[in-house]
């Protein structure tokens, strides 16, 4: 795994400029979709990192913003004047580490500003005036799934997230945003890859804290000798790692390595065992508001399809109340699912719903359907629900781009958006997740 070499000193707080340009002084009114303070400059929209509005800035100018040249990007030099909103970031990595984007903003403006995502998106599709439900937030200390990066270099392992735009890493010495118990398992895995690395070496961690323990997937190791698989075992018992797996890259399959416990997530109170890597919502917290958000707006069906279902976060709790068809393209998650669904009223089906969305005709049998696709959205399951006589769709995107695009698809297709729910899962980041509800009239 190629990796840029990290920093041997910790990187300056507010990024010294390297391409600097020219210098200006600015005063930030509004941050944008991805987190950064955006200023006018030379009749241009100016993108600075790590500001509020209010800000003024001494900054230094660099290159466009984009490739499409819509405006420029600056790096912050010096705060002139605090805008009204700041805040002090409660982490000593913030301004370096790209996990977080957003610690330095005041916890009232961070939260109208998320919810302004949400806002800002649908009005750019024409559907402006759809009530929102209040934003549900999600503490600090409750992300129980993390993607660390690891590089070794000589006798010491850096580990952590990339920094800002930047392929360094950021070698984490605390981080408010993790559950505890995930955290501390940063150390001990420096002290593991340090022996399991080559000199020069990455890898990617995939730490997910379930319950029975924590789980693991290295990704990345090339190949894994005898002694490196005996000292990950070893690492299992010593520090009670339920699991430890090993994918020797990003589209392989992983290979069990130590399982040494029962692994579970609970859904509705039915344990379901999720393989390796399986997508899980990122917080309990973030995945309650989804949830409720779900049942409380998809009525009384008799039959549902959940699309995009996962591991069931959605299907077994509406399995609970109705009959339900949960649709998935990996097969590993849907055979978890299975497994754990018992005498649930539940049937599932391995499909890719990009290639081969459920038609118009096939969806007339489900009085409601739930689709919670990734980042990328539906845009041709959207295409057949616009066509089809489903009453209720109850939509959950973690991206609300794509989800105004599928929304305006369903709406022209004759559905109204009743209201929408948005989540703050991911705390800190420019990411909101929403739910939104459709009805045929
Ligand atoms: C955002 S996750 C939601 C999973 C589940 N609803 C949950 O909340 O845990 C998106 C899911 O879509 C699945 N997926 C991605 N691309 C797919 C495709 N083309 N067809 C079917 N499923 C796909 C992923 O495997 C993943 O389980």
Redesign the pocket.
């Known amino acids: 795994m190629k990796r840029p070499a990290p920093k041997h000193r910790p990187s300056p707080r507010s990024g010294e400029p390297r391409t600097a340009t020219r210098t200006a002084e600015v005063t930030v009114t509004e941050v944008g979709a991805r987190g950064d303070g955006i200023a006018s400059f030379d009749d241009a929209k100016l993108f600075v990192p790590l500001t509020v509005p209010g800000d003024r800035v001494r900054v230094a100018v660099k290159e466009a913003a984009n490739a499409k040249g819509d405006g420029l990007r600056a790096d912050l030099l010096e705060i002139l004047e605090p805008g009204p909103g700041r805040a002090a970031p409660p982490c000593s990595h913030f301004g370096t580490c790209g996990g977080c984007t957003l610690q330095h903003m005041e916890d009232a403006a961070y939260a109208a500003w998320k919810v302004g995502l949400v806002q800002g998106a649908l009005a750019r599709v024409g559907l402006g005036d759809t009530p929102l439900e209040p934003l549900s937030r999600t503490p600090p200390a409750a992300r129980r799934r993390a993607r660390f990066a690891a590089l070794k270099r000589g006798r010491r392992v850096w580990l952590g997230f990339n920094e800002r735009m930047s392929h360094r890493l950021t070698d984490l010495a605390e981080c408010p945003v993790l559950r505890p118990g995930l955290f501390a398992l940063v150390e001990p895995l420096r002290g593991l890859l340090l022996s399991v690395l080559p000199d020069g070496g990455g890898c990617d961690v995939i730490a997910t804290e379930l319950e029975g323990g924590i789980d693991l997937v290295l990704v990345g190791p090339r190949s894994l000798d005898r002694a490196a698989r005996e000292r990950l075992v070893a690492f299992g018992e010593a520090e009670r790692v339920a699991r430890i797996s090993w994918q020797a890259d990003e589209r392989g399959t992983s290979e069990p390595i130590a399982h040494r416990r029962p692994l579970a997530v609970s859904f509705a109170g039915l344990p379901v065992t999720p393989p390796p890597g399986?997508?899980?919502?990122a917080s309990a917290e973030g995945?309650a508001a989804?949830v409720a958000a779900v049942l409380a707006t998809i009525g009384e069906p008799k039959r549902v399809a959940?699309?995009?279902?996962?591991?069931?976060?959605?299907a077994v709790p509406l399995a609970q109340r109705a009959a339900v068809h949960a649709?998935?393209?990996?097969a590993p998650?849907l055979a978890a699912l299975n497994k754990a669904a018992g005498s649930l009223r539940l049937t599932t089906e391995r499909?890719?719903?990009?290639?081969s969305p459920l038609t118009a005709k096939e969806l007339a049998r489900f009085d409601a359907v739930v689709f919670?696709?990734?980042r990328?959205g539906a845009a041709a399951q959207a295409q057949a629900l616009a066509g089809s006589k489903v009453p209720r769709v109850v939509a959950?995107s973690?991206n609300p781009a794509t989800f105004t695009r599928d929304a305006r698809t369903l709406v022209d297709g004759g559905y109204a958006l009743s209201r929408v729910y948005p989540v703050d899962q991911f705390l800190w980041s420019a990411h909101v997740e929403v739910v939104g509800v459709f009805s045929r009239p």
């Open positions: 399986a997508f899980l919502q995945e989804l959940d699309l995009f279902a996962g591991l069931g976060t959605f649709v998935e393209g990996d998650a499909r890719d719903l990009f290639e919670d696709p990734p990328a959950v973690c």
